[in-house]
């Protein structure tokens, strides 16, 4: 395959959890997880994020878009697993991960050189193709690299909550109750018909956090002027629509290499029959660093007139974002 063109970009690895909602399962019935709401295993440290979806029904599948120029596909290897089938934009290769031992976050596949384009990836198990070969496949995790941002910009990741006043809502929102595994403890959920919340804004890369349950379902983010892209929120692994098998801070939504110009995102619930929910933990924007102090100095230039904190409460939250104190990761627990 060709090799990438962007030489002159900040790339970044991205992961993506198997719970995540960037991974699409057309059945999720075809699958078995681990509850990541019940309590803690041991025995799961092993996977990536304590997770893993796991399958014996031959035919089962799933699929993850991208724009970047390589990814990798994490599961495991062993006696019980076989055969599975890759696609990437309509280009098929057929591997297998049985083996004489088993393997925990191993590489099932691995491709590079891509064109730094939007791609489509659908992974197919094809169960015992080869003698001896187990039936099952299970994935862990993806990771793609992506452009970030220009070469030399030096980044820095500012969280908003669920609360920040630059969230514009729509429709009827709900604050839920405390849970320490929520970013800043807390988020706000929906199951209206349509409801919506809005943001706009100015980074190079923008994550959209949530959580994942039986009682969640579809839901669109539309990026400027882009076409909506539909996500599925349903967690699959506690019983039908029942708040089980809930899965705190799951990747709802990612873009980067983003201008420098103002961006709207939007993200509006579609519940379906049943009702289903949406919940937003916190939105992550990844902004150059001179941008981020430039905006914490405006901030504080137009709060000083009013603002109860006081002088010495103006120049603590100015050094905050100065120094990156205000700043968060978009990195799960």
């Known amino acids: ?3 990438p063109q962007h030489n002159h970009v900040q790339k970044f690895n991205l992961t993506i959890d198997d719970f995540d909602s960037l991974i699409t399962y057309p059945n999720q019935s075809h699958w078995t997880t681990p509850d990541p709401s019940a309590a803690h295993d041991p025995a799961l440290d092993i996977w990536f994020d304590d997770t893993f979806h796991r399958t014996n029904v031959s ?4 699929e993850f878009g991208f724009k970047g120029s390589e990814f990798f ?3 495991a290897a062993g006696p019980a697993f076989g055969s599975y089938e890759v696609d990437i934009d309509g280009w098929k290769e057929t591997r297998s991960a049985h083996s004489a031992q088993n393997v925990s976050q191993h590489l099932l596949f691995h491709a590079n050189k891509l064109l730094y384009k939007e791609h489509t990836v659908k992974v197919i198990n094809l169960g015992a193709k080869r003698r001896g070969e187990g039936k099952d496949l299970l994935v862990d995790s ?12 030096k980044l820095v990741n500012t969280t908003l909550e669920e609360t920040d006043e630059r969230l514009v809502y729509t429709g009827d929102w709900t604050e839920n109750v ?8 807390y988020s706000r959920y929906t199951n209206g018909d349509g409801a919506s919340v809005s943001l706009n804004f100015t980074a190079t890369a923008i994550f959209i956090l949530g959580d994942k349950t039986d009682r969640h379902g579809l839901y669109t983010v539309t990026l400027d002027d882009r076409a909506p892209e539909t996500f599925n929120g349903v967690s699959g692994c506690g019983g039908a629509f029942e708040h089980a ?3 705190d801070n799951t990747l709802a939504y990612f873009a980067a290499n983003l201008d420098h110009t103002q961006h709207t995102v939007t993200v509006t619930n579609i519940p379906g029959e049943l009702g289903a929910y949406f919940d937003l933990d916190a939105i992550v924007l990844t902004t150059p660093a001179k941008h ?6 405006e901030m504080v230039k137009r709060t000083s007139g009013a603002s109860s904190l006081g002088v010495p409460g103006l120049n603590f939250l100015l050094l905050c974002f100065l120094f990156g104190l205000c700043l968060s990761r978009p990195f799960r627990r």
């Open 1 to 3: 395959m060709p090799r």
């Open 59 to 62: 035919g089962a599948s799933f």
């Open 292 to 297: 981020a102090e430039a905006r914490a100095v």
């Open 178 to 185: 405390f849970n320490p595994l929520f970013s800043g403890g």
């Open 73 to 75: 596909l994490f599961g």
């Open 142 to 153: 993806v990771k793609t690299t992506v452009d970030i941002a220009p070469a030399g910009v």
């Open 245 to 247: 098998c809930e899965k």
